[in-house]
């Protein structure tokens, strides 16, 4: 599974992003989920989504502001970001995971190659 993730850009505080990731190989994920780096800091979870989209998950930090869903017929994940915050600027990265749901970024088996987010002050 290789998954390709896309979206990112420069942002003011306050404006919306839509990340987009998409699968191509075999594709028998569970659960697709995004996480991000943001500079000098470990890599968290933000959002995942079971493979019926029945079960979304969010950290705490997101809720209210993030939406996470998926189109298996177009293979694709999105993150949907809205009143963005200077703190939310990072790398996003959109992972698979065959198994089970999981918050932890060493229980996903695949990994895009990340998506900067810079939201400017």
């Not at 028998?28 to 800091?41: A, E, H, T, V």
């Not at 790398?91 to 400017?120: E, I």
Request: proline fraction near 2%; charge should be positive.
């Amino acid at each position: 599974v290789q998954l390709q993730a896309s979206g990112g850009g420069l942002v003011q505080t306050g404006g919306s992003l839509r990340l987009s990731c998409t699968a191509s190989g075999r594709t028998f994920s569970n659960y697709l989920g995004w996480f991000r780096q943001g500079p000098g800091k470990e890599r968290e979870f933000i959002a995942a989504v079971s493979r019926s989209g029945a079960f979304i998950s969010y950290a705490d930090s997101v809720k209210g502001r993030f939406t996470i869903s998926r189109d298996n017929a177009k293979r694709a994940v999105y993150l949907q970001i809205d009143s963005l915050k200077p703190e939310d600027t990072a790398v996003y990265f959109c992972a698979a995971n065959t198994r089970l749901f999981s918050k932890t970024d060493r229980q996903y088996d695949y990994w895009g190659q990340g998506t900067l987010v810079t939201v400017s002050s």
